[in-house]
């Protein structure tokens, strides 16, 4: 099996900046894309950013120019560093990682438990 465990969300005053880790570990044979997703309460979880094992990286209108996402795939972990944070940025922030778990195998996505992420107007 593979696990996420994120890390790095906390509370924090609009205009400031957090960096969260997703760490994966487990049976990983190699990890395809890599990225971010958040839910507001009463909302759906979206998109933030994502990012391939090449380092092509996509990100959601509403954070371009502010987040940035990055990966060390020596160990396995992304990265999203977030500044000029906002209200509306307030959510839990889960990771995910399509994962080959041996040669040949298909990937499956797995998904961290989430971290909040609280911006104070």
């Known amino acids: 099996q593979v696990q996420l465990v994120e890390s790095g969300g906390g509370l924090v005053q609009a205009g400031g900046s957090l960096r969260l880790s997703c760490a994966a570990s487990?049976?990983?044979?190699?990890?395809?894309?890599m990225g971010w997703y958040r839910q507001a309460p009463g909302k759906q979880r979206d998109l933030v950013a994502t990012?391939?094992?090449?380092?092509?990286?996509n990100y959601a209108d509403s954070v371009k120019g502010r987040f940035t996402i990055s990966r060390d795939n020596a160990k396995n972990t992304v990265y999203l560093q977030m500044n000029s944070l906002k209200p509306e940025d307030t959510a839990v922030y889960y990771c995910?990682?399509?994962?080959?778990?041996?040669?040949?195998?298909?990937?499956?996505?797995?998904w961290g438990q989430g971290t909040q992420v609280t911006v104070s107007s």
């Open positions: 487990g049976s990983i044979f190699s990890i395809n894309a």
């Open positions: 990012i391939t094992s090449d380092g092509s990286t």
């Open positions: 995910n990682a399509h994962v080959r778990m041996a040669w040949g195998r298909p990937t499956y996505t797995y």
